[in-house]
């Protein structure tokens, strides 16, 4: 038998996150299941090493078809859902209207129905799944929901016109916005919503990051608040648009994104340049103008952009392909447009890069203020390390501030390895000398021994940082160049 690779486990763990997606779809909590195919689309999108071997390529394709398929089945449902409520209301005019802002459960259904129309997880050897094309739609429940829903017009009033801005959008029974995706490929309208998350599926705060203090500080100003005292970010203190983010990999940039979207109840969008650059290269142009347009829609909204120096990159070179020039300049047209529009569609871009010194001149110029996330410093290592540690046995000869000294030159995502690994060290303990078997009949209080200074020292020893230091004083000197905090 052929030994298990990382992506065997990772295609394992998606399995077993499929099967909980499909029990909430069985029990009927659409929301829930749709949120967490959302997850596992983009998670697998994301994923490169899924892909790392030309014989994995096509079991992802394939799983990603058959998850694409899924969800389309859940979309349908929710719709089919509504569809009947709306019926039972018009055919009982004097029940009380259903609260629109309250998600109702269905009634369960017989299991047998379920399992014959929901296919079994196979994600190792996925059979291939047919897609088809059509109109696809976006739900999200942001605030900004709440305010289109105060304002739904009336069933004898027009619809929209042309020059009303919620052109292009509808309202479901439930209140609910729904982006009408119509005039684009249903595929491009479903690759922009599975990089959306809805405000209430955020779970990363401030408090999740260690250290940090000035960037927080400054994106507390720039978005938080903003929202809160709007009056006094009007004018020439209007709030800043775009915030580009610097620095080594690693070191919680996407977590800093996250926390802005959480902190704001703000529809979160994250795509990767990479991803836009190479799958989208065709279509990227038309993805970037799409992405924009359903952030408005779901506005406010914070869209993440990783990786942007693999899009903003030098312009004219002589490597630049034309799709690429194309994107550039459609990125650029968006981030003009809306910066002069008014605080209720407020869209945040917030951009991450490991090489900023490829980034375009006029794209650095639209990164209003360009911040540095450096690598922890002393007391940001420590508390990184307590965080990690606060589940599992610490013992007491253990000094967190000698370890955080030892943890010099490590980025956040090191830290957390270094962590992870001195945890399970007792596990090598106690594997020693005893065969498979034995090991699982090891008492589990025998497992909770504390983790020793010995296992931190291991751990440290057998995992090196990530960060190439001499890579260190070029951000340092990039960001003495062109910083604006
Ligand atoms: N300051 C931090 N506080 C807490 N955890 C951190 C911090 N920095 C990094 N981490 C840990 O490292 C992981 C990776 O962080 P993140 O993805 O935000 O880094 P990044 O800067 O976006 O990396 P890259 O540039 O490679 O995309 C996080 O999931 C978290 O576990």
């Known amino acids: ?32 299941a749709l949120e967490l195919i959302d997850a596992i689309i983009r998670d697998v999108q994301l994923n490169t090493m899924l892909d790392t071997t030309a014989a994995r390529r096509d079991p992802r394709k394939q799983f990603l078809t058959m998850l694409e398929t899924e969800r389309r089945q859940i979309n349908t449902e929710v719709n089919s859902k509504k569809n009947d409520r709306v019926d039972a209301q018009r055919n009982s005019p004097s029940d009380p209207p259903a609260d629109p802002d309250v998600w109702s459960p269905p009634p369960p259904r017989p299991t047998s129905a379920h399992s014959k129309r929901i296919p079994e997880p196979a994600p190792k050897n996925v059979k291939p799944t047919t897609t088809t094309k059509g109109r696809a739609s976006v739900s999200s429940t942001t605030n900004q929901a709440a305010k289109k829903k105060a304002r739904t017009p009336s069933s004898n009033e027009q619809p929209p016109t042309d020059g009303d801005p919620d052109k292009g959008s509808s309202e479901n029974p439930e209140g609910k916005s729904e982006f009408d995706g119509s005039a684009y490929d249903s595929e491009l309208v479903r690759a922009i919503e ?28 720039t978005v938080i608040l903003p929202a809160l005292i709007p009056h006094f970010f009007k004018g020439i203190r209007r709030p800043w648009r775009a915030v580009c983010m610097v620095g080594p990999p690693g070191t919680g940039k996407t977590m800093m994104a996250k926390a802005v979207s959480y902190e704001c109840k703000t529809t979160f969008f994250c795509v990767s340049c990479g991803d836009l650059a190479s799958k989208w290269r065709g279509d990227a142009e038309k993805m970037v103008k799409l992405l924009f347009e359903m952030a408005r829609f779901h506005a406010p909204s914070t869209i993440f952009i990783d990786e942007i120096d693999t899009i903003g990159s030098q312009r004219g070179g002589a490597n630049e392909h034309e799709a690429s020039r194309r994107l550039k300049a459609q990125l ?8 002069g529009e008014d605080s209720d569609k407020r869209v945040l871009i917030l951009a ?3 090489f900023p010194w490829n980034l375009d001149e006029a794209l650095r110029r639209r990164f209003e203020k360009r911040i540095y996330i450096p690598l922890p410093d002393q007391a940001a290592r420590r508390s990184l390390v307590e965080q990690c540690m606060k589940e599992v046995n610490v013992a007491d000869d253990v000094d967190l501030n000698v370890i955080a000294e030892k943890l010099d030159g490590y980025s956040g995502a090191d830290i957390v390895n270094v962590c992870r690994t001195a945890a399970i060290m007792i596990l090598r303990r106690l594997s020693v000398g005893r065969r498979t078997i034995e090991i699982a009949m090891i008492p589990k209080e025998e497992f909770d021994q504390p983790i020793s200074a010995d296992d931190f020292e291991q751990a440290i020893r057998t995992t090196s940082s990530s960060v190439n230091r001499e890579s260190l004083a070029k951000y340092e000197e990039w960001i003495n160049e062109f910083g604006s905090v």
């Open 1 to 32: 038998m052929a030994p298990e690779t990382k992506s065997d486990t990772m295609f394992d763990t998606l399995a077993k996150r499929v099967d909980g997606m499909r029990t909430q779809w069985r029990k009927g909590n659409l929301a829930s």
């Open 194 to 221: 599975s990089t959306m998350t809805r405000s209430s599926a955020q779970n990363t705060s401030w408090d999740s990051i260690a250290g940090l203090h000035d960037a927080k500080q400054l994106l507390t100003e």
């Open 332 to 339: 650029l047209v968006e981030m003009d447009g809306f910066a």
């Open 352 to 354: 991450a890069t490991n």
